[in-house]
């Protein structure tokens, strides 16, 4: 059911990432128009997937086909978005892959076209997004991407680890040059959670048992809310000078070490 007064009340929010119940975007997606956003989503490749997940939100929502590494589809983006929306006031990037010899401990005997689509489309995209939808944002906004923390290297992760990397370095970067548009950029760094996504990597749960053993606060893999809630907080009002930031939502991992 709709919140009246949310706090994201009047927003209109495009949204990216939503594959299944479980991930952190459907979340973001279903707490957004719980506070009282406007939602469209986008999806790839087969947005017949989301479409079907979408029914699941409180308020029915358009979902438009984006592959974010074709320029077409980028071209094509603000129009479609204006035709249904009028116009944004936030964007969340939720979008991350590597091919399969990218991952699984192939760090060391990956090529440099596997590296290539992983940056392409897990780094690069948060600029070519933005920019794409940026003409929308006449009055500013907000961006936010999810993110795995890339300050250390996770077991089996490999090349999706300096991805995550050049993603939060992009994200730096992106506050500094749409400042002065008044666009904020930041990301969520996320704990593991047991989405489509997460499974797709090899010895995923190896990588998640560390939770159980160094997270401050209690971590279920299962629930993707407390990340959809920051992301929610950061596309509101409540952060109006907040950019350029990781905020983590990992159960306080990132801050302990042995």
């Known amino acids: ?9 009047g927003k209109r929010i495009l949204i990216t990432g939503v594959l299944m119940e479980s991930s952190i975007a459907f979340h973001a997606a279903k707490l ?31 979902v438009l086909e984006l592959d974010v590494t ?19 006031d936030g964007v969340v990037h939720s979008i991350g892959f ?12 990956t090529p440099f076209e596997s590296v290539s689509t992983a940056m392409h489309v897990s780094a690069y995209s948060l600029k070519s997004l933005t920019m794409a939808c940026k003409p929308l944002m006449q009055d500013g906004g907000s961006v936010v991407g ?8 996770w077991p ?29 950029c930041n990301l969520v760094s996320a704990g593991p959670i047991g989405s ?21 606060l209690n971590w279920e893999l299962s629930d993707p809310e407390p990340a959809g809630k920051a992301i929610v907080a950061l596309l509101s009002d409540w952060f109006p000078k907040t950019t350029g930031e990781i905020v983590h939502v990992d159960g306080g991992l990132h801050a302990i070490g042995a």
């Not at 406007?38 to 087969?46: D, K, N, Q, S, V």
């Not at 999810?146 to 290297?153: N, S, W, Y």
């Not at 999706?160 to 992009?170: C, I, R, V």
């Not at 489509?196 to 401050?216: C, E, H, N, Q, Y």
Request: charged content about 20%.
């Open 196 to 216: 489509m996504a997460a499974k797709s990597i090899p010895g995923f749960s190896d990588l998640a048992s560390v939770w159980d053993t160094r997270s401050p």
């Open 32 to 62: 957004a128009q719980e506070q009282g956003a406007e939602i469209i989503l986008t999806a790839f490749p087969r947005p017949t997937l989301t479409e079907r997940i979408a029914k699941k939100l409180p308020k029915p929502t358009t």
């Open 98 to 109: 590597a091919p399969q010899d990218a991952l699984g401990g192939n760090f060391l005997d």
């Open 146 to 153: 999810l993110t795995f923390d890339a300050q250390f290297a």
């Open 70 to 88: 074709n320029d077409e589809h980028l071209a094509g983006l603000a129009d479609k978005v204006r035709a249904d929306l009028g116009g944004l």
């Open 1 to 9: 059911m709709t919140t009246t007064g949310g706090i994201l009340e």
């Open 156 to 184: 089996q992760y490999d090349w999706m680890g300096p991805a995550k990397a050049a993603l939060e370095a992009t994200n730096r970067y992106m506050a500094r040059y749409l400042g002065p548009d008044n666009i904020r």
